[in-house]
């Protein structure tokens, strides 16, 4: 049995061990002289991850057909988001489809977070539904090879076209003589959805309208000079408006030239376009009852892109001047006159026509991506090209330079592939099928 000394010598030991290792580890209170601590290693947050976004994800729309309408447009913003303060972003913008009338490069400020992309659909197709797709690509690299976040974004489109009030005609113009009567002419007119039918009314004239005929027949109305009319010139003006909608009204005018002699025929208008293979058109002199026998004519004209050439007794064949025909403004109607004079006291006549200039046109021309030394792409900007797609190779010419691939990109846009060339400016030219003078172009690689 322990004795009481015992225990407590053996409480005090245990007092002084525990006391010391309170010491030891900074505890107790008194001490000064503990270790400190090592502080946790700060933590470095990651980069914001550069990221493209969108918010829609499809584009419907709706227009009525019209050559003469404006195409529809779609603008769309893009968000760019962690991008740092000195990023270049490089974009392209892709569009697919028969209704495509061009995409527009995507607008962007160096610094902005926000982007604009435009597409612009046709609304001179025929009626009827019409689907595609719209890339949008936002890169770091002008080849796009390394994509942003989120990039590239597809967005589907569903174009509706629907008929419009149309009218086949502007103007009509009819030959004869004393003793026959022109043949009737048919104007068609088409109507938007909506409307219930349409009507037409005889506008007042100077000598009056008892001269034509006519008479509305479906959707088409029916035009003819009366018989019996005497030597002279008749003119008339219709005006033909849709009924249930409201439309602006279609103005035709009518002009019959009657002869007692002679009768000369011709084509009142003429459209030229980049594909037409004939560069002009003939008028045919025709006898009458009364023509005197041995009758003989001359023709002339002081227009200055307008050359004759009688083929024979009874045909003149007119023909575009190369060098005047290329000062025509294109997209504009440009009136010619040719004077006939005949022999045996016929009176003389003058013929008057237009020539409407339609040829597919270049408004801009992209050479950002042409750098010395380096093949590149050149990008032509305009409108009409979809009329022109097959044929492009044959009209496209860049003198002894021969592209590597010309592409169509869309009714707007065409994209040209050039082999390396040395800095410069350079010549292009979009030709006709006609041979006439086209439109020249110009670009430059830097």
């Known amino acids: ?108 400020q160096s610094g902005s977070s926000q982007a604009r992309a435009k597409l612009r659909l046709r609304s001179d197709l025929a009626p009827g539904q019409y689907s595609g797709t719209w890339t949008l690509s936002a890169c770091h690299d002008p080849l796009c090879q390394r994509h942003l976040a989120g990039s590239p974004q597809t ?97 035709l005018r009518v002009k019959a030239t009657v002869e007692s002699q002679v009768v000369v025929l011709y084509t009142p208008s003429f459209a030229l376009r980049s594909l037409s293979e004939t560069p002009g058109a003939s008028m045919r002199i025709m006898p009458t009852a009364k023509t005197p026998e041995g009758l003989s004519w001359t023709a002339s004209t002081s227009t200055p892109w307008l050359r004759l050439e009688q083929a024979s007794r009874t045909a003149l064949i007119w023909r575009l001047v190369p060098e005047a025909f290329d000062k025509l403004a294109n997209q504009e109607s440009h009136l010619a006159a040719v004077n006939f004079e005949f022999s045996h006291g016929v009176p003389a006549r003058t013929v008057s026509f237009r020539l409407i200039k339609r040829l597919t046109q270049i408004d801009t021309v992209d050479d950002s991506a042409l750098q010395a030394g380096r093949a590149g792409s050149l990008i032509l900007l305009g409108t009409g090209f979809g009329e022109i797609g097959r044929a492009l190779p044959q009209l496209l010419s860049f003198g002894t330079l021969t592209p590597t691939a010309i592409k169509l990109l869309d009714n707007g846009r065409i994209r040209v592939d050039l082999p390396a060339q040395p800095a410069g400016r350079y010549e292009a030219t979009l030709g006709t099928a006609s041979g006439l003078p086209g439109q020249r172009l110009s670009y430059t690689v830097r």
């Open 1 to 108: 049995m322990k004795s009481s000394a015992d225990r407590n010598w053996m409480g005090t030991a245990l007092g002084l061990l525990l006391a010391g290792l309170l010491q030891a580890c900074g505890g107790g209170g008194g001490s000064d002289t503990a270790t400190p601590t090592t502080p946790p290693a700060p933590v470095t947050p990651s980069p914001a991850e550069a990221r493209l976004s969108i918010a829609a994800s499809a584009i419907n729309s709706e227009t009525e057909r019209s050559p003469q309408a404006a195409p529809v447009d779609h603008e769309l913003s893009l968000g760019l988001s962690g991008l740092a303060s000195n990023a270049s972003v490089h974009f392209t913008a892709v569009a697919e489809g028969e209704a495509v009338e061009t995409a527009s490069p995507v607008s962007w």
């Open 155 to 251: 967005l589907r489109y569903q174009h509706s076209v629907t008929p419009g009030f149309e009218v086949s005609e502007d103007r009509v113009e009819f030959s004869s003589s004393t003793e026959d009567q022109a043949a009737a002419t048919s104007v068609k007119i088409g109507l938007p959805t909506r409307a219930s039918g349409w009507i037409y009314q005889l506008l007042e004239q100077p000598g009056g309208t008892d001269w034509l005929q006519h008479r509305a027949q479906g959707d088409t109305l029916l035009l003819q000079p009366a018989a019996g009319l005497t030597r002279g010139e008749y003119r008339a003006e219709v005006k033909i408006s849709p009924v249930g909608v409201e439309r602006p009204a279609h103005f």
